[in-house]
Structures are given as structure tokens and as C-alpha cells.
Nanobody, 117 residues
Framework: QGQPVESGGGLVQPGESLRLSCVAP?????MAWYRQDPSPGKPRDLV??????????IYGDSVKGRFTISRDNAKNTVYLEMESLKPEDTGIYYC???????????WGQGTQVTVSS
């Protein structure tokens, strides 16, 4: 009952933009996006995370300056604005939420993003 739901993935060309959305069933303390590389054996890497309150978002090194994470607490929703997309951004993007600090987290089902010409 805590699983969030992602939307907004798709196929885009290099240099284009895309916005992902993720809706949680209730108010979350932490909301984040991770990317699963399609290559076998690759880990799921943090793309960006944003806690509640006034804390500064955290970004993975490969997306700094191109991606922006934001949240709408009234809608229990987190967004990921992706600009200047590159082929290496391709993967399954997972939403991750924690409802309280130090508590169990929940993963969404993932949404595919493919950047290809």
C-alpha cells in the first residue's frame, strides 16, 4: 500500500527533454529517482533525491546541471525534469519513497526512458 506509481517515460532523441512524474499514496519524507542501467549486472544508481522541508536536493554527478527534481507536497508527487538527454541516460527510472526517516522504503514499478536517434 506504500508503492508509488511512475509515469512519463518514452523514446526521445539526444538533446531532447522529458518529464517524469511519481505519485505516492500518502505524504512522504523522502522522494527520489534511481536509474537502472540496461546492461546486465549494473547497479541501480541514484539520479536525484529530495527530502521534505527546506533541505537541498541531491543529484548524481552525471545529471548535475541537466536534471531537476521537484516535489508538490499537496499532490504527494515528485517530478524529474530531464534536459539535454544523452544516450547514456537510457534505462528504467524508478521512483523511491520513504514515509519516515529510518523506515522501510518503497519502489515504484519503473518507467522506461530511451534516448536514441
Amino acid at each position: 500500500q506504500g508503492q508509488p506509481v511512475e509515469s512519463g517515460g518514452g523514446l526521445v532523441q539526444p538533446g531532447e527533454s522529458l518529464r517524469l512524474s511519481c505519485v505516492a499514496p500518502k505524504s512522504a519524507w523522502l522522494m527520489a529517482w534511481y536509474r537502472q542501467d540496461p546492461s546486465p549486472g549494473k547497479p541501480r544508481d541514484l539520479v536525484a533525491s529530495i527530502p521534505s522541508g527546506l533541505s537541498t536536493p541531491i543529484y548524481g554527478d552525471s545529471v548535475k546541471g541537466r536534471f531537476t527534481i521537484s516535489r508538490d507536497n499537496a499532490k504527494n508527487t515528485v517530478y524529474l525534469e530531464m534536459e539535454s538527454l544523452k544516450p547514456e541516460d537510457t534505462g528504467i527510472y524508478y521512483c523511491y519513497v520513504q514515509y519516515k526517516p529510518m523506515s522501510e522504503g518503497y519502489w515504484g514499478q519503473g518507467t522506461q526512458v530511451t534516448v536514441s536517434s
